[in-house]
């Protein structure tokens, strides 16, 4: 079993929690989506700015405008979202399990970050309360290149920790850190493993309680 490092209490972190033949089959998958016909779009926030990452979604789409999940591709091209595969949706509760936590993840949302890609701090708290109330975790994968991943309290201003995700690690919050603030600083260019078949790096979130 890999190491568990706890960030905040129900917030572990599992450095390479993937194989590496795991984490290549993985960023195959990746950019095979991001390249398909529903792939890579740039989401627009709100208040109109463009976000610093690709995304994709799967199960569900995330709309970026209205902050809820929805069937097709409402803020961008109105495509039917792509289906979570049953693999996947398997390796997330696996990774779960692994921190001692359970999911049943019905979207994972696929972030593709280059040099200069990040995200602003941000709380998942769009899935349904009854999800939320009950602490099912997020599970984060990593692949490619390192991130300063920052992870802070329940409000925005509390004190935060950065946690460098690398290739192959897993992040699963749930419990009493459901609901905290996070997001990513800046990706390490370069840091990532070679053969993976691209640069910069994939993060799978996967979620529960998008329907
Ligand atoms: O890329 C990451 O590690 C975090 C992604 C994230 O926070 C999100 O998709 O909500």
Redesign the pocket.
Known sequence: MSSRIEVYPDALHLPAVLAPGEQRRLAARCLAIGRGPAGWYVPRVRGGGLMR?RMVCLGRHWNARTYRYEAVRGDHDGRAVLPLPADLAELAARVAAAAGMRIEPDVC?L?Y?EAGGR?GL?Q?KDERPETLDAGVP?V?L?IGDT?R?VMGGFTRREPKTVVR?ASGDG?VFGGRSRLRY???ASILPGTGPSGHGFTG?F?L?FRQGAT
Do not use: K, P
Request: glycine letters at 4%; a neutral charge; charged letters at 10%.
């Open positions: 990452v949302i972030n970050y995200m941000h998942d997020i984060s990593s991130a991943f995700l992040l996070h997001g990513v790096r993060n979130t």
